[in-house]
């Protein structure tokens, strides 16, 4: 690739929160802890100038990039171009709006997903994922450290919210590797984390009712100061404060207690018996 073309000749744009991974040792031990397999379609997310596409064409049956920025997806055609790379289909296209599920129909095989994920769409984009999680096996994706570790808390602990359970009931999450601010260019204020999201993994105590247990535990943590029963008696009025004291005692959950010690389990007996003994609808 022509350097004029290269990283030296593209200004970042900050309100893409664009950081470009830059370290070699980083982007092989990501691909290698990742278990890429020869069969699988990628989806890219951000493929920026392509420090991992071009590796990563190497492990994969295909890639299909998603790049958001026009200026790049075209300096990245250039270089797939010139490096020969003919399993890369590269779209021109915001992640937040691209049809993941109609991708996975072209294909008999579930997704994987890879990706070093701007911090302003992280939450938007995992919901997404979620939603989309019969089309997807497993995903790869670097976040900024701090809200990686909102993914990996254990009851108890400040990181721990309504994020950590909802992520967590619908996939398993482990670390995978850690990037210091030096790897990137330019070089950002914060750290970031690669995590590995399981989708063939969910929690193994499940609910009959999902978006129900998505109000509960976002209720219970709409007021983190509060206990969970006076958090729960604003978020969702309509059960009347005798159903959701109840409630949580039959779920064996102290009303006093706060929402970030309570693990997935209860929340989701918690919620089994708010629907079981409310029977109002939606909140």
Not at 237 to 261: F, H, K, V
Request: with cysteine; proline share 5%.
């Amino acid at each position: 690739m022509n350097k004029k073309r290269g990283i030296n000749s593209y200004r970042p744009k900050k309100r893409l929160g664009q950081y470009f991974l830059t370290d070699r040792r980083v982007i092989h031990n990501i691909i290698k802890g990742a278990g890429f397999r020869k069969s699988d379609h990628a989806l890219e997310i951000g493929p920026g100038l392509g420090a991992l596409t071009v590796p990563l064409a190497g492990y994969v049956r295909k890639i299909t990039a998603v790049e958001k920025d026009s200026q790049l997806a075209d300096m990245l055609k250039e270089r797939l171009s010139i490096s020969g790379i003919d399993n890369v289909d590269l779209i021109n296209e915001d992640i937040l709006r691209f049809d993941l599920e109609g991708l996975r129909a072209k294909d008999e095989d579930k997704l994987v997903v890879v990706g070093n994920i701007p911090y302003n769409i992280s939450s938007p984009l995992l919901e997404r994922i979620m939603a989309c999680r019969n089309s997807i096996s497993w995903a790869v994706l670097m976040f900024q450290y701090e809200f990686a570790g909102r993914l990996l808390g254990a009851p108890g602990g400040k990181e721990y919210g309504a994020l950590t359970v909802l992520i967590r009931y619908n996939a398993d999450v482990s670390p995978l590797v850690k990037v210091p601010k030096e790897a990137f260019y330019p070089r950002p204020e914060v750290g970031s984390a690669v995590v590995k999201i399981d989708l063939e993994r969910p929690y193994p105590v499940r609910t009959q009712d999902e978006a129900h247990l998505k109000r509960v535990v976002r209720g219970a943590f709409a007021h983190r100061r509060k206990t969970v029963f006076n958090s729960l008696k604003g978020a969702l009025p309509l059960y009347g404060d005798d159903i959701i004291y109840q409630a949580l005692d039959r779920a064996g959950i102290d009303p006093r207690r706060r929402a970030e010690t309570i693990d997935i389990d209860e929340y989701v007996r918690l919620a089994s018996e708010l629907q079981s003994m409310g029977n109002v609808g939606p909140c």
